[in-house]
């Protein structure tokens, strides 16, 4: 049944505040910082942030960019993950019906985030993944409890795959492969999409990965085995894709 208060119109509206936020969590979890009950401050002078310096997209647009109070410039990063969050909040709302669309989005918006800590960082914060995972099962059983069992395998499956994985990279190369952030995340997604999409999630973000190898090669970039590359992001892609639209199947064949 429709909830008129979690109207894709709220949704929508809701998104770039969540965004900035999103951007928060993005500045201060790997560095430890408290990213929920700490105030906004300027990262140049570190004045406090009014009202009027935190509404997203506008405050940047009418500030031209800059600290109303140092005049330094804030860069792109806050704006580009706003305009991110709304992007993703838009695409679960032309795809999933109703509050569904909100669970898709949430989880869009965590996704965002473990993306962008990893590309930079190289970590995946428990702080958002553990959550994220808790978050698929309540939103699973929600939608169909019959089938919650599905994705508990789901979970366990990924993290143990990945787990294993590991350890058997580490066993024969003697250095470090797929990290421990990789499989919680694993984990995470297939409290969401459940055991039968993994496979899916784990092809697309091969593919995903490969891409990106082949596109710094074409840029002239050396890649070679030692070559350290992120691989959250493309689960984070894989988990979306899966999530929005199921997993593949094989043909059957009359």
């Given at each position: 049944?429709?909830?008129?208060?979690?109207?894709?119109?709220?949704?929508?509206?809701?998104?770039?505040?969540?965004?900035?936020?999103?951007?928060?969590?993005?500045?201060?979890?790997?560095?430890?910082?408290?990213?929920?009950?700490?105030?906004?401050a300027c990262e140049h002078?570190?004045?406090?942030?009014?009202?009027?310096?935190?509404?997203?997209?506008?405050?940047?647009?009418?500030?031209?960019?800059?600290?109303?109070?140092?005049?330094?410039?804030?860069?792109?990063?806050?704006?580009?993950?706003?305009?991110?969050?709304?992007?993703?909040?838009?695409?679960?709302?032309?795809?999933?019906?109703?509050?569904?669309?909100?669970?898709?989005?949430?989880?869009?918006?965590?996704?965002?985030?473990?993306?962008?800590?990893?590309?930079?960082?190289?970590?995946?914060?428990?702080?958002?993944?553990?959550?994220?995972?808790?978050?698929?099962?309540?939103?699973?059983?929600?939608?169909?409890?019959?089938?919650?069992?599905?994705?508990?395998?789901?979970?366990?499956?990924?993290?143990?795959?990945?787990?294993?994985?590991?350890w058997l990279y580490h066993?024969?190369?003697?250095?470090?492969?797929?990290?421990?952030?990789?499989?919680?995340?694993?984990?995470?997604?297939?409290?969401?999409?459940?055991?039968?999409?993994?496979?899916?999630?784990?092809?697309?973000?091969?593919?995903?990965?490969?891409?990106?190898?082949?596109?710094?090669?074409?840029?002239?970039?050396?890649?070679?085995?030692?070559?350290?590359?992120?691989?959250?992001?493309?689960?984070?892609?894989?988990?979306?894709?899966?999530?929005?639209?199921?997993?593949?199947?094989?043909?059957?064949?009359?």
């Amino acid at each position: 049944m429709p909830l008129p208060f979690l109207s894709p119109v709220l949704l929508l509206a809701a998104a770039p505040f969540v965004g900035s936020f999103i951007g928060v969590l993005i500045k201060r979890l790997p560095a430890g910082r408290p990213a929920v009950m700490a105030r906004s401050a300027c990262e140049h002078c570190w004045r406090t942030l009014g009202l009027r310096d935190l509404v997203p997209i506008v405050s940047w647009l009418s500030a031209r960019g800059r600290c109303r109070y140092c005049n330094e410039a804030i860069g792109l990063f806050y704006p580009a993950v706003e305009l991110a969050a709304l992007g993703l909040a838009l695409w679960a709302v032309l795809v999933l019906p109703d509050w569904i669309a909100w669970a898709g989005a949430g989880l869009g918006w965590g996704l965002l985030t473990l993306a962008w800590i990893d590309q930079e960082h190289f970590i995946l914060p428990d702080a958002v993944m553990l959550p994220l995972g808790l978050a698929g099962l309540a939103v699973a059983w929600l939608i169909d409890p019959g089938t919650l069992l599905d994705h508990v395998i789901g979970a366990a499956a990924g993290f143990a795959l990945f787990t294993g994985l590991a350890w058997l990279y580490h066993r024969l190369r003697q250095r470090e492969g797929l990290g421990e952030g990789d499989a919680k995340l694993l984990g995470a997604l297939g409290a969401w999409v459940a055991w039968q999409g993994l496979p899916t999630v784990i092809l697309y973000g091969a593919v995903s990965g490969l891409v990106l190898t082949l596109l710094l090669t074409v840029r002239g970039r050396h890649v070679e085995l030692g070559l350290r590359l992120p691989f959250g992001p493309h689960l984070c892609l894989g988990g979306w894709l899966v999530w929005l639209y199921g997993p593949l199947v094989p043909m059957q064949i009359p």
